[in-house]
């Protein structure tokens, strides 16, 4: 790893103008982990654009530097650096943007990632981005400042789940120690990511909740949210964060499943397990992806088609047999 990141480090000793991205409808690890690299770039001298090509949600705003993040626009970068993709796809650029730039660089953890980059440091061993970019922090031996580490800590705390998840390991929590080591606030942050919520957006969990249902013997809950409750409550598509873990809350169930009508008959697909099953199999019949215990995808039709192809979806990769009703 050591000399992935030594070339990384020479890359950014040679180049002026970076831009850096992750992947659509954007996580904390995806955030804390962008606005990282974008502040260490910066305080380098160089000139770097953060770009997302979906909205940030407003549980994350409160990070430091998070007005940097962009809607995504074509620019001229000599080097484009991708953050939690594992694909270039995720990116939202399509591929005449990597032809464009010099060198592409990727850095991810997914188990998945097709090492399109020049430079690729992926270890799907990292509990998160965030933990690779501690990683590289130290190995530049950068010196850190609060905001910095409030940002990639924000990542970790957030893909380990707040450190409940299995990735959850005893140098994950070594990592932890040391950022706070740096005066992160972690009620702060966890109170802004996880404890506040509009009330609009409580609303929608609040008819979204209502709408979930078992299959399978109760093995997979299924959730969702439609157009017509986001006109109703005032809220968009951003708001829904963290609702799919209700779905996987519900006691019995293996897989929950969160059906998200982004727009008029194109729902967006969270998926998530708590046990063995690797739901990234389930994406991939979508032409999705992710990790074994999260993951999704993008299916069209309407509700009652999308549902049934989740049933048969979560059947086939299951091995269970299941009728289409409760
Ligand atoms: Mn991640």
């Not at 955030?31 to 549980?59: C, D, H, W, Y």
Request: charged share 25%.
């Amino acid at each position: 790893m050591n000399r992935e990141w030594g070339r990384l480090c020479e890359l950014i000793q040679r180049r002026t103008s970076f831009v850096v991205v992750s992947h659509k409808n954007p996580d904390g690890d995806a955030i804390g982990s962008s606005l990282a690299m974008g502040r260490i770039l910066r305080k380098k001298g160089k000139q770097v654009e953060i770009f997302n090509a979906t909205p940030i949600p407003g549980n994350f705003t409160f990070l430091p530097d998070a007005e940097l993040i962009k809607p995504l626009k074509e620019t001229e970068c000599e080097v484009l650096i991708a953050l939690d993709c594992a694909d270039f796809q995720r990116t939202g650029f399509d591929d005449s943007v990597r032809e464009r730039v010099d060198v592409v660089v990727n850095i991810d953890h997914h188990e998945t990632n097709t090492h399109f980059g020049d430079i690729n440091i992926v270890d799907s061993d990292a509990a998160a981005v965030g933990c690779l970019m501690w990683q590289f922090v130290k190995y530049m031996n950068f010196p850190v400042d609060k905001d910095l580490a409030t940002q990639i800590y924000a990542a970790i705390l957030t893909d380990t789940g707040s450190f409940r998840y299995l990735t959850t390991t005893p140098k994950v929590l070594r990592t932890a120690a040391e950022i706070l080591e740096y005066g992160v606030d972690p009620w702060y942050v966890a109170f802004n990511i996880y404890e506040e919520r509009r009330l609009s957006t409580l609303r929608l969990l609040g008819l979204a909740l209502s709408t979930l249902e078992t299959y399978c013997d109760g093995k997979l809950a299924l959730m969702c949210v439609t157009q017509k409750m986001y006109k109703e409550t005032g809220t968009q598509t951003k708001s829904t964060e963290g609702f799919v873990n209700f779905a996987r809350a519900v006691k019995g169930s293996e897989v929950g499943v969160l059906l998200r009508e982004d727009e008029p008959s194109l729902f967006r697909v969270s998926i998530r397990s708590k046990g063995n099953m690797d739901v990234s199999q389930m994406a991939a019949l979508f032409g999705g992806g992710g990790h074994k215990n999260a993951s999704g995808c993008e299916i069209g039709g309407s509700l009652d088609e999308v549902k049934e192809k989740i049933i048969r979806a979560f059947s086939k990769v299951s091995n269970e047999r299941c009728s289409s009703h409760r």
